[in-house]
């Protein structure tokens, strides 16, 4: 059996996904992270995060607009990756920043709206990562896998809404990632539109 194209890609991705990872736990145990090194981490991990989803979230794009092959063979690594470092956000306000005080932690997912909308896009990648497996995908079926699937969409223009009401005055950054993905769904969605045009065209009778 041939060797598949790129073998080198999914380790790149994962060293290059895990490293940013590696440098602060460096700089946290060197204390060099600055003043507030908890706030430092969150906003790295959250950022990070939100980068690895919308990557993953790319990936298809790329095929059909520039007819690349790799991206698609990355894209479950880059959105468990994504999940990861949001776990870590989660757990970095949860159990370092508060504590595990659950009273506090639940008082402010219910009044804070940027924590409430960064719990909810944490709990929907939770079905995600727990459905990337290929044997879930077969026990799901493809067609309810792919619907589920979807979901990240969602996730992702949360993980944007908890970024700009968390920075609340410069919102550049939450801006462009919103249009990012405003672009990435455009995509998906000409493309499911031509495959639904192709197959009704497919299925018309022959004169």
């Known amino acids: 059996m041939a060797s598949p194209p790129y073998p ?3 380790p790149a991705v994962l060293v290059g996904g895990l490293s940013p ?3 602060l736990a460096l700089g946290f145990w060197r204390d060099t992270l600055g003043a507030n090194p908890i706030e ?3 906003n790295q ?3 990070l995060a939100l980068i690895l989803l919308v990557a993953s979230l790319a990936c298809t794009p790329l095929k059909v607009v520039a007819g690349w092959t790799w991206p698609p063979r990355v894209r479950k690594l880059l959105g468990l990756l994504g999940f990861a470092y949001a776990v870590l956000h989660f757990l970095t306000y949860s159990v370092v920043d508060q504590g595990l005080d659950f009273p506090i932690i639940l008082e402010d997912i219910a009044k804070r709206p940027f924590i409430t909308v960064g719990f909810l896009a944490l709990v929907l990648l939770v079905p995600l990562a727990v459905t990337s ?3 879930m995908v077969r026990r799901l079926g493809f067609p309810v896998w792919q619907r589920l699937h979807r979901l990240a969409y969602v996730a992702a ?3 944007v809404v908890h970024f700009a009401w968390r920075v609340k005055k410069d919102l550049t950054e ?3 990632y919103g249009a990012v993905l405003g672009l990435l769904f455009a995509v ?5 539109l031509r495959k639904r045009r192709a197959r009704a065209a497919a299925a018309l009778p022959v004169s």
Do not use: D, F, I
């Not at 998906?188 to 499911?192: P, S, Y």
């Open 8 to 10: 080198w890609l999914k």
């Open 21 to 23: 990872l590696v440098l």
């Open 40 to 42: 430092r981490v969150l």
């Open 45 to 47: 991990t959250g950022m």
């Open 133 to 135: 497996t290929n044997r």
């Open 157 to 159: 223009s949360l993980g």
């Open 174 to 176: 939450p801006l462009v």
């Open 188 to 192: 998906r969605l000409v493309e499911a």
